[in-house]
């Protein structure tokens, strides 16, 4: 069974840094995208940015470059979504998700990240 | 940037009615579109992904149908438990990007 744990909910100040995980179990590292997506207070789904394991390949969403940072530590199945300086904006729920070749996707149980002066 | 245009935006219905929803895109996606379930303080829950498969473990009760441009979902026969939002994503180009979503409530 396929399973991706977060980390838990963060409180932050604007101008603070972050970085959130995610820890996947049950698949294989190099059948699949590793993601995350923010979903803002009241708000739909955005994509921001994902990776591949196998070659480290990562593609950000244009309004989400240069904000963020999507890492992977292979060794231990677990990705990584970094903010450098944290404004109040940031302040949604962010999903890691898994994305495979063949289609199903598998989501996490979110992380909180309120920033907040 | 691929748009995904979900109508209607909310849908009322009654338990037992069938629902059907719509998702249109900006331009051609193939079949790689997926639907999505979301309940009020829950995770997304993949519902159809690559246009018509059924996610493991959803009911028939749920279907997909589409190719190209236009997308449908249908539940055959509310449930009270599937009252909800619902979102399409596509994974055809990248920025992958998601519908704004159609909330089914109860009539």
């Known amino acids: 069974e396929v399973q991706l744990v977060q980390s838990g909910a963060e409180v932050k100040k604007p101008g603070e840094s972050l970085k959130i995980s995610c820890k996947g179990s049950g698949y294989s590292s190099t059948s699949s995208w590793i993601g995350w997506v923010r979903q803002m207070p009241g708000k739909g789904l955005e994509w921001m940015a994902i990776i591949y394991p196998g070659d480290f390949d990562t593609k950000y969403s244009p309004s989400f470059q240069g904000q963020v940072t999507i890492s992977v530590d292979k060794s231990i199945s677990t990705a990584y979504l970094q903010w450098s300086s944290l404004k109040a904006s940031d302040t949604a729920m962010y999903y890691c998700?898994?994305?495979?070749?063949?289609?199903?996707?598998?989501w996490g149980q979110g992380t909180l990240v309120t920033v907040s002066s | 940037e691929i748009v995904l245009t979900q109508s209607p935006a909310t849908l009322s219905l009654s338990p037992g009615e069938r629902a059907t929803l719509s998702c249109r895109a900006s331009q051609s996606v193939s079949s790689y579109l997926a639907w999505y379930q979301q309940k009020p303080g829950q995770a997304p829950r993949l519902l159809i992904y690559d246009a018509s498969n059924r996610a493991t473990g959803i009911p028939a009760s749920f279907s997909g149908s589409g190719s190209g441009t236009d997308f449908t979902l249908t539940i055959s026969g509310l449930e009270p438990e599937d009252f909800a939002v619902y979102y399409c994503q596509q994974r055809s180009n990248w920025p992958w990007t998601f519908g704004q979503g159609t909330k089914v409530e109860i009539k």
């Open positions: 998700a898994r994305q495979s070749f063949g289609g199903e996707l598998n």
